[in-house]
């Protein structure tokens, strides 16, 4: 085994009122110091607020489950009974509260906020105020069951998946993502060299052809393209109007675009997803009114 990358951990346990406070102690052996990171079970509400001031203060990760109630104030407003919920803080200032179901939290707040813990008439007041524009999210804490703060180490770096079939699944949801106005005739549209993506007009009449790349759009979608307009003509009066949608373009592709005639529309892999999500989830909510 590597010295260097071997960690020992020491776990110290310790009865304080009715809660148990359990300390683990990660220490590296090229390490000079240890590093604390308590995990409280059932601890008073006192000892949940000093945690939660050390941990907001150091900028933690912090996990708590409570019964509390919650209050939102901004640009509405809205009131949660008091119930048994996942509190969670991240560094960066935001705060998210979760029930027992469903993945999205009922309540939240973005990055950047100021987030306090007070103590107040036998409870423990957890509020987080978002400067610009002016919100705050209120939890007013009566039990604390689980209280953790945590130091994690991510840098990895997010790379999203996605397919040029949901890319063109969230066109069709969302014709407008391309232009306002724009209406889809067809999809798959079958022309001797292949298949048009996505086929529809504007709102002049003119016959819009898609073809939809999740790479970065370059000198054979161009190709491409160009060989399906050989098999394709506008109404009377109306042009064609070839498009490629497309994360970005390729370099040094852009000259060759722009004496093709083709026009490109930027649609990230992250909106696309963004679409079906939506719809996914309103999909999901017609099926709940209805059942």
């Known amino acids: ?27 590296a052996l090229n390490l000079s110091g240890l590093t604390k990171l308590p995990v409280l079970i059932s601890p008073s509400l006192e ?15 912090l996990v708590m489950v409570a019964s509390c109630t ?12 008091e119930g048994e919920r996942l509190v969670i803080v991240k560094g960066d200032g935001c705060i998210l509260v979760h029930r027992g179901r469903d993945y999205q939290p009922v309540n939240w707040q973005p990055s950047g906020c100021i987030i306090q813990a007070q103590a107040s008439n ?28 945590f130091l994690l180490q991510d840098d990895a ?20 993502v391309i232009e306002q106005g724009f209406k889809i005739l ?13 086929y529809g007009v504007d709102t002049e009449g003119n016959t819009v052809v898609i073809e939809i790349k999740k790479d970065p759009a370059g000198f054979p979608v161009i190709k491409q393209l160009l060989e399906y307009l050989k098999y ?15 994360p970005s373009i390729a370099k040094g592709a852009q000259p060759a675009l722009a004496k093709s005639g083709i026009e490109f529309k ?11 999500q939506k719809y996914a989830r309103s999909d999901q909510q017609a099926l709940k009114s209805w059942l």
């Open 232 to 246: 394709l003509q506008a109404p009377p009066g109306k042009k064609l109007r070839p498009m490629i949608v497309a």
């Open 122 to 149: 036998g409870t423990l007041v957890l509020k987080a105020v978002r400067p610009s524009p002016l919100e705050s999210l209120t939890l007013v804490v009566k039990d604390v069951q689980f209280l953790g703060t």
């Open 70 to 81: 919650v209050e939102y104030s901004g640009r509405t407003g809205s009131h949660l009974g």
């Open 1 to 27: 085994m590597d010295r260097a990358s071997y960690h020992s951990v020491i776990v110290s346990v310790s009865l304080a009122g009715k809660g148990v406070s359990i300390y683990c102690s990660v220490s």
């Open 47 to 61: 000892e949940a607020r000093r945690e939660l001031v050390i941990g907001l203060e150091a900028r933690r990760l």
């Open 186 to 198: 067809d999809f798959e549209k079958k022309v001797p060299p292949g298949f048009v993506d996505v």
């Open 157 to 176: 770096e997010f790379v999203l998946h996605a397919s040029e079939e949901e890319m063109q699944r969230a066109i069709i949801l969302q014709p407008d």
């Open 266 to 276: 930027q649609l990230t892999l992250q909106k696309a997803v963004a679409i079906l």
